[in-house]
């Protein structure tokens, strides 16, 4: 397995951060490496985003686990690697709460492909959590 995370520290709620996350069709005011997006159902567990990153192809996400206010998972299906990011956004003291993003990148290929594709993929985790908090303290 290959992991990495990225957390920031916020005034904003948990309530806030959920708002932005579950608003999927918004997405792209806080991440700019999304050219299109797509929500297919609730934003629950078992529904599915097809997300188009800038000049790439699109990317299948199934949401794989959804607890109000507290976190969302998706997971994508590559080859034989599973990618699976765990958003969770939990209350600190004095009115803070800290938002993280974690990926896990499983699957028979991942010793291999993990290092190589993880780093790529995850490079923006700084800059969105940034424009995501920043967004909801607004």
Do not use: C, K
């Not at 708002?19 to 991440?31: C, Q, S």
């Not at 991942?110 to 800059?127: K, M, N, R, V, Y």
């Amino acid at each position: 397995m290959w992991t990495t995370e990225h957390s920031i520290e916020t005034s904003a709620a948990p309530e806030q951060i959920w708002r932005l996350w579950a608003d999927v069709a918004g997405w792209p005011e806080w991440n700019g490496d999304i050219e299109r997006i797509e929500l297919d159902g609730p934003f629950a567990a078992g529904s599915r985003i097809l997300m188009t990153p800038i000049g790439e192809e699109p990317v299948e996400l199934r949401i794989a686990e959804a607890v109000e206010p507290e976190l969302f998972v998706d997971e994508a299906e590559v080859g034989e690697i599973v990618v699976r990011t765990i958003h969770g956004v939990e209350r600190l003291d004095g009115g803070r709460a800290r938002v993280s993003y974690r990926m896990e990148i499983t699957g028979p290929a991942a010793p291999t492909l993990g290092p190589q594709i993880g780093p790529e993929i995850s490079a923006d985790f700084p800059q969105t959590l940034a424009a995501l908090v920043e967004r909801a303290q607004s």
